[in-house]
């Protein structure tokens, strides 16, 4: 007969999901205290080497790194409703404004200031176009191209969500400047100048983004390939996320990731011209 401590080891898979769920509400009540690992795995009845691996294999990321998403999310919420950076920084429990700023340099790939900013001081040009895919919603910043998607339906509610993303930017319309990037994309137009991009998102977001942007044209890729490609195999869904949330498409080639069993998944602005994109580019590729 197993000693008791090892039944609480090793309990059953549908007693997993109740710990981990135990874990969460215990974390998310305590976040501001931000709780040492072995409190939140006694807490819980196991121990701290046993929680951690449950908890990841689970949770797809790190006790740790939950702690930090919690924290980070509650700080925003904060800063959206004050101008504050250290009531956010007592308010979060953390110990330093400077424990902040490195709290949202690692998971937002931003400074809390420019967090709060929302794009304030930036101007965006922007413009719709046609390409062989239908219209497009392009937008620059003095850095590159911040967003590019395509328009199906209200050409407002494509414009309404570029400023949503930048909310505080100023917002120019400009076809002059964006048709050339346009024509250049989409219809090869001929030029020296590389193409620049202004990309804001987590590490993780940025680091699955990049990797896209290594999937040659005409090659298609899974979910997770790219997760071990980027050193974090288990983070399938997060990859799956990430793709999702890719906010310049066709260049950033989201398109080329497929369902390991073949299938082409799904797409932000249709399967249907995901499939007309790859036919295009597997057509060039010859």
Not at 29 to 42: D, F, G, Y
Not at 225 to 234: D, E, L, T
Not at 257 to 279: D, P
Request: hydrophobic share 35%; proline share 5%.
């Amino acid at each position: 007969m197993e000693p008791m401590n090892q039944q609480m080891q090793d309990p059953e898979p549908l007693q997993h999901y109740r710990l981990i769920e135990q874990a969460i509400q215990y974390i998310e009540t305590n976040v501001k205290r931000q709780p040492e690992l072995e409190e939140i795995a006694s807490a819980v009845g196991l121990s701290e080497y046993h929680f951690q691996r449950l908890f990841t294999r689970w949770a797809g990321i790190s006790p740790k790194r939950f702690m930090q998403f919690l924290t980070k999310e509650q700080a925003k919420q904060i800063l959206d409703r004050s101008e504050n950076l250290l009531e956010a920084t007592h308010q979060t429990g953390l110990s330093s404004l400077g424990r902040l700023h490195d709290l949202f340099v690692s998971t937002e790939a931003m400074t809390p200031g420019e967090y709060k900013s929302r794009g304030a001081g930036v101007t965006i040009h922007y413009g719709i176009h046609p390409t062989p895919f239908g219209k497009c919603l392009i937008a620059t910043t003095e850095r590159g191209i911040c967003h590019l998607g395509f328009v199906d339906g209200s050409e407002g509610k494509a414009i309404d969500g570029l400023v949503e993303h930048w909310n505080h930017a100023s917002m120019t319309e400009d076809y002059q400047s964006t048709a050339p990037l346009v024509n250049r994309i989409f219809l090869g137009a001929a030029t020296d100048a590389p193409l620049k991009l202004h990309l804001r998102g987590t590490n993780f977001q940025i680091k699955v983004w990049e990797a896209l942007l290594t999937i040659p044209t005409g090659a298609l890729t899974t979910y997770e390939h790219i997760a071990a490609n980027i050193g974090n195999p288990r983070a399938v869904r997060a990859v799956g996320s990430a793709v999702g949330d890719n906010p310049i498409a066709y260049l950033i080639p989201c398109h080329r990731v497929i369902r390991k069993s073949g299938e082409f998944g799904n797409y932000l602005y249709g399967t249907a011209r995901k499939k007309a994109i790859l036919a295009r580019e597997l057509v060039g590729a010859d």
